[in-house]
């Protein structure tokens, strides 16, 4: 179709200048190209987007910290939930150090206990305890057994863990939360201090945790699980549930149970070793690129 020129009655003088620059500058394939690219785009299927259009956002999660956690068959109390459980709460799983080895407060024959069940002599046990006492002096670790820097975290961990089923795992959670949680820190006997920094770590579920004076609850400290008939459970006791479904269930239990701020939480994954694997069938533990390529579990999108 060939161009007509505007009228000048219809059309100012500047206007029509600038029609004219842009009809000179572009060429007639143009208009081709650009519908061709259109109808490829309506061919292909989600999550494929026109060029133009914003891509998809994403939920970014802060970094509370790093627990050494140890994988725990479930409590008793708790069965029906899974086999075994892991969790940063010191009501229902286990941290390591234990916090009494920077703090103090040992009954009679726990601490020799405690390095039998780690299985160190008595000059590994020496350094171990040296250690978390420097990392807690700079504080670099934190009176609920929380590491600030994952690399603190992972040296100990392959220096005296290894014969424990243990992990290294984050937790994080949204900057709305992440606020909140500053705020209830600054009250209590902890450092108040986080890390940060964005959780870009596999998933390994998410939890529903309040502070309290000197480490985290669990909701099911108070079986709070059972205000919530469409929680699901993963193999280690965390829940399976989108993360925008688990702040759902947060403020359904806002209130009840302790008398903490109940926020939702990630837990991600930095590392297991081969005990742990053992008791769980590790290697099954995916990266959260690979979820979000699927309807994720831990909801990573935002929804």
């Given at each position: 179709m060939r161009w007509k020129m505007p009228s000048i009655k219809t059309a100012h003088l500047k206007n029509f200048k600038e029609l004219l620059e842009?009809?000179?500058m572009?060429?007639?394939?143009?208009?081709?190209?650009?519908?061709?690219?259109?109808?490829?785009?309506?061919?292909?299927?989600?999550?494929?987007?026109?060029?133009?259009?914003?891509?998809?956002?994403r939920r970014t999660f802060k970094v509370i910290g790093y627990y050494i956690c140890e994988i725990n068959d479930t409590p008793g109390w708790l069965q029906?939930?899974?086999?075994?459980?892991?969790?940063?709460?010191?009501?229902?799983?286990?941290?390591?150090?234990?916090?009494?080895?920077?703090?103090?407060?040992?009954l009679k024959g726990e601490a020799?206990?405690?390095?039998?069940?780690?299985?160190?002599?008595?000059?590994?046990?020496?350094?171990?305890?040296e250690?978390?006492?420097?990392?807690?002096?700079?504080?670099?670790?934190?009176?609920?057994?929380?590491?600030l820097e994952l690399s603190d975290a992972r040296d100990f961990y392959e220096k005296f863990c290894q014969a424990l089923p243990c992990c290294v795992v984050s937790i994080s959670t949204t900057?709305?939360?992440?606020?909140?949680?500053?705020?209830?820190?600054?009250?209590?006997?902890?450092?108040?201090?986080?890390n940060g920094e964005n959780d870009n770590s596999p998933c390994l579920g998410n939890d529903i945790l309040g502070w309290d004076i000197g480490g985290f609850h669990s909701f099911l400290c108070?079986?709070?699980?059972?205000?919530?008939?469409?929680?699901?459970f993963n193999a280690v006791g965390l829940l399976g549930n989108a993360f925008s479904e688990v702040e759902g269930f947060t403020r359904q239990i806002q209130g009840k149970g302790e008398p903490v701020e109940w926020?939702?939480?990630r837990i991600g994954m930095h590392g297991q070793n081969a005990e742990f694997d053992r008791l769980t069938g590790g290697g099954k533990w995916e990266k959260q690129g690979q979820r979000e390529k699927q309807d994720s579990p831990h909801g990573q999108s935002v929804s």
């Open positions: 842009d009809k000179m572009r060429k007639p394939t143009d208009d081709i190209a650009n519908w061709r690219l259109q109808q490829e785009n309506i061919s292909k299927p989600f999550p494929y987007v026109f060029p133009q259009m914003p891509s998809i956002q029906g939930i899974s086999r075994q459980i892991l969790s940063v709460s010191g009501c229902i799983g286990e941290q390591h150090p234990r916090w009494e080895c920077f703090m103090g407060g040992w020799q206990e405690y390095q039998e069940k780690l299985r160190l002599d008595g000059e590994q046990y020496r350094e171990f305890s250690t978390a006492n420097c990392l807690f002096d700079a504080q670099r670790l934190d009176v609920d057994c929380r590491f900057m709305e939360y992440y606020k909140i949680l500053l705020d209830e820190l600054k009250g209590s006997n902890s450092y108040a201090l986080m108070n079986s709070l699980q059972k205000e919530l008939p469409d929680v699901r926020i939702p939480c």
